[in-house]
């Protein structure tokens, strides 16, 4: 992330869960996001969180940790993310099951090696 040019338009951070204090809040001020994307509310992380409803709080502040009116990008495929509220920050959602969401993929077809 330090070494990204100036005339970088987009630039793509993964942040994962971790255990500990603040954790979450230090990754997003250090790297500004203007846009968070959650993919899914997982079982991997339970044994640290207990629930899935606990990992959604950590995952959500992603987002309102941003700035406010940064768009949350949040997938309806998945049942806690579809739960989601936000009052400062627009939500797109996206899917391949849920025809519901605001961008929804179908006539998907696995050719080789690539998606069409």
Known sequence: MQSINKGVEFYVQEFGVAIGKKSMESK?????????????????????????????????KLVTEMEKGCPAILNYDDELLRTVKLEDHPIISYAIENKNADYYADDIEFIDDYIK
């Open 28 to 60: 997003i001020s250090a790297c500004l996001p203007n846009a968070a994307v959650i993919t899914n509310i997982s079982d991997p992380h339970l044994d640290h969180f207990g629930t899935k409803e606990n990992i959604l709080k950590e995952k959500i």
